[in-house]
């Protein structure tokens, strides 16, 4: 069962605040190694050329002077693995890779429970000789460093220049370049994608156990993926109640496979309720993230009650087989009987082939069969709530007068408590799935359905080599040579037809 890696890109609007704090003792619970591919000045000098670009665009906002990845790595590296050259590693890996400068930290959390890299990365690479602007002429700039045609544009009611403003006199450098522009790739969502698998691959050849292997989280997957919050991050408090709604999500996509939803059926409501819906918000509102939860909230009432409408029609087929279930039986009775019965004008037998071996996969049917059975069971005991909660929605909403006053309150409490039983029994059921190492209820059930075909198509296969080659089988060949022989017999003595020594007598 492997986990998700878990690989973060942050933007960097005071790049030296940020070296400061990842490589300090002093900030830092748990500091085990720093390195650095340049010297310290260059985050300062690429802060600088980064903040004189920002001004001269007129964009709005914060200026990036650099970016940071966070890369989890597992907990059983610092065993196995030197932290200098571990984090020598993955920084020069970038480097080559990317072909820009990096510092990078590696760092324990207080509790030493979550053991990462910050790796801090340029956007632009140093030139190997700086490109100069010469003045043609004196040059005159305002105090946003704008450049003015005048000289009288930049002087005060005195005639002094004023504060802020400078003069660059003829064949002076007024404009010095050290760096290229920003790399585009390190904008784009593909970027952030790639490193992800890289670092994933990198890290799934270090580790030595199987289960410490990790894979990158699939957009694609019925589920949606919770998000970590950072130490003093400020939207923690609205990271905490998004998260409380993708695993509000992730527990209904657990009870819909339990159920016999198809995962086509699941997948065609989270695009159209959530993916759909979150373009459509965006568009029309903008980037609101509050919206988000109201979103998802409808998806999982979609959800739910295509999950009622499966079970409904499960009850519904299986209350119609018991009622034919004699006939079918007797049917299939006379069918085998049927298929039982060998050709009896067959005299050559055909050689034995070797008995059908059982493949792996349906080896480990009867185990996944009693983890099946386990979630069946879970899935019971939510109906059951839901149901007894659904009866008392209905007592709630239909009373009137004065019990409304006096019952409503109590039968809400009786509905809240069985909303919260209801969700734990969701969350459970990835919990039984978890204990026997399958990544999700996902994951198991289409091992589960893999397994089980393989299974009965195994058992058709020993069916039929049994019907056809087995002990009964060749138990009745030998009746049926023996008849051959009692009738050829017969005939002889009727037609008075006798041998001797071989020759017709």
Same mark, same amino acid.
């Given at each position: 069962?492997?986990?998700?890696?878990?690989?973060?890109?942050?933007?960097?609007?005071?790049?030296? #605040?940020?070296?400061?704090?990842?490589?300090?003792?002093?900030? =830092?619970?748990?500091? *085990?190694?720093?390195?650095?591919? /340049?010297?310290?000045?260059?985050?300062?000098?690429?802060?600088?050329?980064?903040?004189?670009?920002?001004?001269?665009? #007129?964009?709005?906002?914060?200026?990036?002077?650099?970016?940071?990845?966070?890369?989890?790595?597992?907990?059983?590296?610092?065993?196995?693995?030197?932290?200098?050259?571990?984090?020598?590693?993955?920084?020069?890996?970038?480097?080559?890779?990317?072909?820009?400068?990096?510092?990078?930290?590696?760092?324990?959390?207080?509790?030493?429970?979550? *053991?990462?890299?910050?790796?801090?990365?340029?956007?632009?690479?140093?030139?190997?000789?700086?490109?100069?602007?010469?003045?043609?002429?004196?040059?005159?700039?305002?105090?946003?460093?704008?450049?003015?045609?005048?000289?009288?544009?930049?002087?005060?009611?005195?005639?002094?220049?004023?504060?802020?403003?400078?003069?660059?006199?003829?064949?002076?450098?007024?404009?010095?370049?050290?760096?290229?522009?920003?790399?585009? =790739?390190?904008?784009?969502?593909?970027?952030?994608?790639?490193?992800?698998?890289?670092?994933?691959?990198?890290?799934?050849?270090?580790?030595?156990?199987?289960?410490?292997?990790?894979?990158?989280?699939?957009?694609?997957?019925?589920?949606?993926? /919770?998000?970590?919050?950072?130490?003093?991050?400020?939207?923690?408090?609205?990271?905490?109640?998004?998260?409380?709604?993708?695993?509000?999500?992730?527990?209904?996509?657990?009870?819909?496979?339990?159920?016999?939803?198809?995962?086509?059926?699941?997948?065609?409501?989270?695009?159209?309720?959530?993916?759909?819906?979150?373009?459509?918000?965006?568009?029309?509102?903008?980037?609101?993230?509050?919206?988000? #939860?109201?979103?998802?909230?409808?998806?999982?009432?979609?959800?739910?009650?295509?999950?009622?409408?499966?079970?409904?029609?499960?009850?519904?087929?299986?209350?119609?087989?018991?009622?034919?279930?004699?006939?079918?039986?007797?049917?299939?009775?006379?069918?085998?009987?049927?298929?039982?019965?060998?050709?009896?004008?067959?005299?050559?037998?055909?050689?034995?082939?070797?008995?059908?071996?059982?493949?792996?996969?349906?080896?480990? *049917?009867?185990?996944?069969?009693?983890?099946?059975?386990?979630?069946?069971?879970?899935?019971?005991?939510?109906?059951?709530?839901?149901?007894?909660?659904?009866?008392?929605?209905?007592?709630?909403?239909?009373?009137?007068?004065?019990?409304?006053? /006096?019952?409503?309150?109590?039968?809400?409490?009786?509905?809240?408590?069985?909303?919260?039983?209801?969700?734990?029994?969701?969350?459970?059921?990835?919990?039984?799935?978890?204990?026997?190492?399958?990544?999700?209820?996902?994951?198991?059930?289409?091992?589960?359905?893999?397994?089980?075909?393989?299974?009965?198509?195994?058992?058709?296969?020993?069916?039929?080599?049994?019907?056809?080659? #087995?002990?009964?089988? =060749?138990?009745?060949?030998?009746?049926?040579?023996?008849?051959?022989?009692?009738?050829?017999?017969?005939? =002889?003595?009727?037609?008075?037809?006798?041998?001797?020594?071989?020759?017709?007598?």
């Amino acid at each position: 069962m492997q986990r998700n890696s878990f690989i973060q890109m942050n933007k960097l609007s005071n790049v030296a #605040g940020r070296i400061n704090y990842i490589t300090s003792h002093a900030k =830092q619970e748990n500091l *085990y190694a720093v390195y650095e591919t /340049t010297e310290r000045s260059f985050w300062k000098e690429l802060a600088k050329c980064n903040q004189d670009e920002f001004k001269k665009s #007129g964009t709005e906002g914060k200026c990036i002077e650099a970016r940071e990845l966070i890369i989890a790595l597992p907990e059983s590296f610092p065993d196995l693995y030197d932290s200098n050259e571990l984090l020598q590693l993955f920084t020069n890996r970038f480097k080559e890779k990317h072909g820009v400068e990096c510092i990078s930290a590696l760092h324990h959390n207080k509790i030493k429970t979550n *053991y990462h890299i910050h790796l801090i990365f340029s956007e632009r690479e140093r030139l190997l000789q700086p490109i100069e602007k010469v003045a043609t002429r004196n040059m005159f700039f305002d105090e946003q460093g704008k450049h003015v045609r005048t000289k009288k544009e930049i002087l005060d009611e005195r005639g002094n220049v004023r504060k802020g403003c400078k003069i660059i006199k003829k064949n002076e450098a007024y404009e010095r370049s050290l760096f290229t522009i920003k790399n585009k =790739q390190f904008k784009q969502d593909s970027f952030v994608n790639d490193i992800k698998h890289f670092y994933t691959d990198l890290i799934n050849l270090l580790v030595e156990d199987e289960k410490d292997k990790l894979q990158v989280f699939d957009k694609n997957s019925l589920y949606l993926p /919770t998000k970590k919050i950072g130490k003093n991050n400020l939207k923690a408090e609205q990271i905490e109640a998004d998260n409380e709604k993708r695993m509000q999500w992730n527990r209904e996509v657990d009870r819909a496979l339990v159920s016999a939803v198809p995962e086509g059926d699941i997948q065609q409501i989270k695009k159209e309720y959530i993916t759909d819906q979150i373009k459509t918000s965006i568009a029309v509102f903008g980037n609101q993230p509050e919206y988000f #939860g109201n979103i998802v909230t409808t998806a999982v009432m979609a959800l739910a009650i295509l999950i009622s409408k499966v079970l409904q029609k499960a009850r519904d087929v299986a209350a119609g087989i018991l009622n034919v279930e004699p006939k079918q039986k007797k049917a299939a009775g006379v069918t085998q009987r049927e298929e039982s019965v060998p050709d009896k004008q067959r005299v050559v037998e055909p050689q034995i082939p070797p008995q059908p071996t059982m493949p792996p996969d349906a080896a480990a *049917y009867p185990k996944l069969e009693k983890i099946y059975a386990e979630l069946q069971k879970q899935n019971e005991a939510i109906s059951v709530i839901e149901k007894e909660r659904s009866l008392l929605e209905i007592e709630h909403d239909d009373l009137r007068g004065f019990k409304a006053l /006096t019952k409503k309150g109590e039968l809400q409490t009786k509905i809240d408590r069985l909303n919260s039983q209801a969700a734990q029994l969701k969350g459970a059921l990835s919990k039984i799935v978890k204990r026997y190492y399958y990544y999700s209820v996902q994951e198991f059930y289409g091992i589960y359905y893999a397994s089980k075909a393989a299974a009965a198509k195994y058992q058709d296969e020993v069916k039929k080599w049994e019907v056809t080659y #087995g002990i009964e089988a =060749q138990n009745q060949s030998v009746k049926v040579k023996l008849e051959e022989y009692r009738k050829k017999v017969r005939e =002889q003595e009727k037609n008075h037809i006798y041998y001797y020594k071989g020759r017709e007598i």
